[in-house]
T-cell receptor, first 113, second 116 residues
Framework: GNSVTQMEGPVTLSEEAFLTINCTYT??????LFWYVQYPGEGLQLLLK?????DKGSNKGFEATYRKETTSFHLEKGSVQVSDSAVYFC????????????FGAGTRLFVKA | SAVISQKPSRDICQRGTSLTIQCQVD?????MFWYRQQPGQSLTLIAT?????????ESGFVIDKFPISRPNLTFSTLTVSNMSPEDSSIYLC?????????????FGSGTRLTVV
């Protein structure tokens, strides 16, 4: 079945540092891939998405590229801010899974001033 | 994309009682999804709710414990029945933003349930 594996947290960085959160997936079909963010005390928000191989999703300075050859969708940001402190979830969805979305375990990011 | 109103936002309930959570969407959607997020953990899909048919439950979740209603294309409820402390979680409803697998989800704000 489908699954998503992402790096364990917490990840602690200083402001303006480079961020990478690794995500790999297993899927039987051709999934769409997503990153969601959950800020403290808030609900989940879609951060970015990519629907086919080699697509790059981007939003708020975050980027992730859909790599079919390595089944990966790593999240990156060149310069993090304190306001980026949150939990980040990698996820996938495809029609072989009945249009369901499967989430990774989440990675908590702390950014220090 | 759709806007979802979910209520209650939080509740503290006695064990053995039931709580019904409501989600109202501002547009018609075919499928609604109910998730559970246990403390410090990821989201686990409980069931998919389609209008006019029985909900489809994931492994480990049963209708007697989590009955779902979907009376129309904009509304759904999830009931957590005969609650125990292990049911303390955040419960979220969601819909696909574009009515397809490629859109990503919009989530309700969640219901934080504490069972004492």
């Amino acid at each position: 079945g489908n699954s998503v594996t992402q790096m364990e947290g917490p990840v602690t960085l200083s402001e303006e540092a480079f961020l990478t959160i690794n995500c790999t997936y297993t899927a039987t079909g051709y999934p769409s891939l997503f990153w969601y963010v959950q800020y403290p005390g808030e609900g989940l928000q879609l951060l970015l998405k990519a629907t086919k191989a080699d697509d790059k999703g981007s939003n708020k300075g975050f980027e992730a590229t859909y790599r079919k050859e390595t089944t990966s969708f790593h999240l990156e940001k060149g310069s993090v801010q304190v306001s980026d402190s949150a939990v980040y979830f990698c996820a996938l969805s495809d029609n072989t899974g009945g249009f369901k979305t499967i989430f990774g375990a989440g990675t908590r990011l702390f950014v220090k001033a | 994309s759709a806007v979802i109103s979910q209520k209650p936002s939080r509740d503290i309930c006695q064990r053995g009682t039931s709580l019904t959570i409501q989600c109202q969407v501002d547009s018609q959607v075919t499928m609604m999804f109910w998730y559970r997020q246990q403390p410090g953990q990821s989201l686990t899909l409980i069931a998919t709710a389609n209008q006019g048919s029985e909900a489809t439950y994931e492994s480990g979740f049963v209708i007697d414990k989590f009955p779902i209603s979907r009376p129309n294309l904009t509304f759904s409820t999830l009931t957590v029945s005969n609650m125990s402390p292990e049911d303390s979680s955040i419960y979220l409803c969601s819909v696909d933003r574009q009515g397809s697998t490629g859109g990503g989800y919009t989530f309700g704000s969640g219901t934080r349930l504490t069972v004492v």
